[in-house]
């Protein structure tokens, strides 16, 4: 894994042959500041069944990972400062893990065509 050599970087990992995907990130990338976003359809599986993020060293997956985003989002700072908390990030998980699968089973059937 590639880290970010410098400080309070956030590198994203998303599935950009994902239309659903690759609509929501380009709306952060168009407004979000010290965000690296890299495509992972071709990478390990791990990182195309949910959104990971690193920053100093550390991995964020699923909702802390879109906290971390919105966090650096104009526009979605407030989303950040709602949703970061212990219960907020469990009931979206709750959420996002479901739709997450999802997403990812119709990647697998792109991938066959």
């Known amino acids: 894994m590639n880290n970010i050599k410098e ?7 998303y599935n950009a042959s994902c239309p659903i995907c ?12 010290n965000v690296i976003y890299k495509d992972s359809s071709l990478m390990d599986e791990k990182y195309n069944r ?7 060293g550390n991995e964020f997956i ?6 971390k985003v919105w966090s650096r989002t104009d526009g979605f ?16 998980n709750l959420i ?3 739709i997450a699968f999802i997403l990812y089973k119709m990647h697998l059937r ?4």
């Open 22 to 33: 690759k609509r929501e990130i380009d709306t952060y990338k168009s407004r979000s500041k």
């Open 96 to 98: 996002y893990n479901p």
């Open 110 to 113: 792109r991938i066959k065509k």
């Open 62 to 67: 699923g909702a802390e990972a879109f906290i």
């Open 7 to 13: 400080k309070n970087k956030l590198e994203v990992f």
């Open 77 to 92: 700072k407030f989303l950040s400062r709602l949703f970061n908390n212990k219960f907020s990030i469990f009931i979206m």
């Open 50 to 56: 949910r959104m990971h993020a690193f920053e100093n």
